[in-house]
């Protein structure tokens, strides 16, 4: 039977959708790798764990994979994706529903290529575009820490995602478009400090998965590499060049902060931030100077001060009578930081891209840490009606930022609200 032109169109289409879906599954097939008896705790050397303990916690691996209330490590952590929620799975070593029966080979797989021991693609949630960089060593006393933990039987909870990211072979394209696998390479232009430093921040200590921002894919964006970048109801601020802090960081700055979550010229880590300066703490110190000094050359160049554009009439009254009924007595009182509040010309949240940190710390507060004493701050999400917090917003953002006002602040309180409520 001979095809119309029209219907040759249509074969042909689909002969390439059936090409390209065969490509896809190409790029996605692996092999599982043969399940091992998990191996005894005493085959493990105690320093080789505990220095898997020290990298666990720079990676901040039990901050991910533990859900609010749940056995440190089994997984069921939701996490907010443009596409849907992900939640985490357990890394414990029970045998069924952990890692159990993963041997060296099946762990360094997952960290490198993005693959499980069954031979799945794994969704970059799980960063390994950042942890492919991780030396065999430090894979190896992160496999030796995870395996000698207390095994938890806990069933992974269904990721809830739109298609087509639900279908995860589909990830083979995406590897392809936007994942570099490698080691990380020392840059002979730097000393040992700061290569140790870059291993670390690009490596497992992943910053930029938080402080980068994606393209519509889901993807960092490199030329942006740690430019800023949203991370669940939160802004992870830009921590190169582009920084809008008031005073520039450097690296003893950058050390204080990770070991203790405040320090006195940029103030308390709150958000995601705070799980991540609580697990920096337990780290080396020689890992955290080393991550301080790359930082705080990254952050080095000369920051640009812009004038902030004054405000007249009853929105800025307004909101002056709201600073000083609810903020006034801490950030512009006598008490000494950590305790007391911080000056705001000195808060990069001010002087930020967006609104959204600040509201979200007036809405919510500050609770104590759980590493160090430190400073707390009440929510005002009772106390404040979105008009009242609309001027605050604005009186701030005038009389102590270095950027003009923040657009559609609004509809950045409405959106407050509702991570506030969710």
Not at 138 to 167: C, G, I, K, W
Not at 243 to 259: E, I, T
Not at 326 to 351: E, K, M, Y
């Amino acid at each position: 039977m001979k095809l119309l032109p029209g219907g040759r169109i249509i074969m042909g289409v689909i002969a390439w959708v059936a090409l390209a879906l065969g490509a896809c599954l190409l790029l996605a097939w692996r092999t599982a790798i043969e399940p091992i008896v998990r191996p005894a705790v005493s085959e493990f050397d105690p320093a080789v764990v505990h220095r898997g303990a020290q990298l666990a916690a720079l990676g901040n691996c039990a901050s991910c994979h533990t859900a609010p209330g749940g056995e440190p490590l089994t997984g069921g952590r939701a996490l907010s994706t443009p596409f849907g929620t992900l939640y985490s799975t357990n890394i414990t070593p029970d045998p069924k529903t952990g890692i159990g029966h993963w041997s060296r080979a099946a762990f360094r797989r997952a960290m490198r290529e993005g693959v499980d021991r069954e031979g799945r693609q794994l969704y970059p949630a799980f960063p390994y575009d950042h942890f492919t960089l991780v030396n065999d060593t430090d894979d190896d006393a992160l496999y030796a820490y995870l395996m000698t933990r207390r095994s938890v039987p806990a069933l992974p909870r269904e990721n809830q995602l739109r298609f087509p990211m639900n279908v995860r072979w589909l990830l083979g394209t995406w590897k392809l478009l936007f994942f570099r696998e490698g080691q990380f390479q020392a840059d002979a232009a730097h000393d040992a400090q700061w290569n140790r430093g870059a291993y670390l921040v690009n490596g497992l200590g992943h910053c930029g998965a938080c402080h980068t921002p994606r393209n519509r894919f889901g993807a960092e964006i490199p030329a942006q590499r740690l430019a800023g970048g949203d991370a669940q109801g939160w802004y992870a601020y830009a921590i190169n060049s582009a920084s809008q802090a008031r005073v520039p960081w450097d690296a003893a700055a950058l050390s204080d902060y990770f070991r203790t979550g405040w320090q006195s010229d940029h103030g308390v880590a709150h958000g995601p931030m705070a799980e991540v300066t609580n697990a920096l703490a337990e780290i080396a110190d020689s890992d955290r100077s080393a991550m301080s000094t790359y930082v705080g050359w990254m952050m080095s160049q000369e920051h640009r001060a812009h004038g902030a554009t004054k405000l007249n009439g009853p929105a800025d009254r307004d909101g002056a009578l709201v600073y000083a009924g609810a903020c006034a007595r801490c950030h512009d009182g006598t008490r000494a930081l950590p305790f007391g509040g911080i000056r705001l010309q000195f808060s990069t949240a001010v002087s930020a891209a967006n609104a959204t940190n600040l509201i979200n710390v007036v809405l919510d507060g500050i609770g104590p840490s759980e590493v160090s004493a430190g400073p707390i701050m009440p929510g005002f999400a009772s106390t404040l009606s979105d008009s009242q917090l609309e001027s605050l917003l604005a009186y701030v953002r005038v009389h102590f930022g270095s950027q003009p006002p923040w657009p559609a602040i609004a509809e950045s309180v409405h959106q407050g609200r509702r991570r506030a409520h969710d």
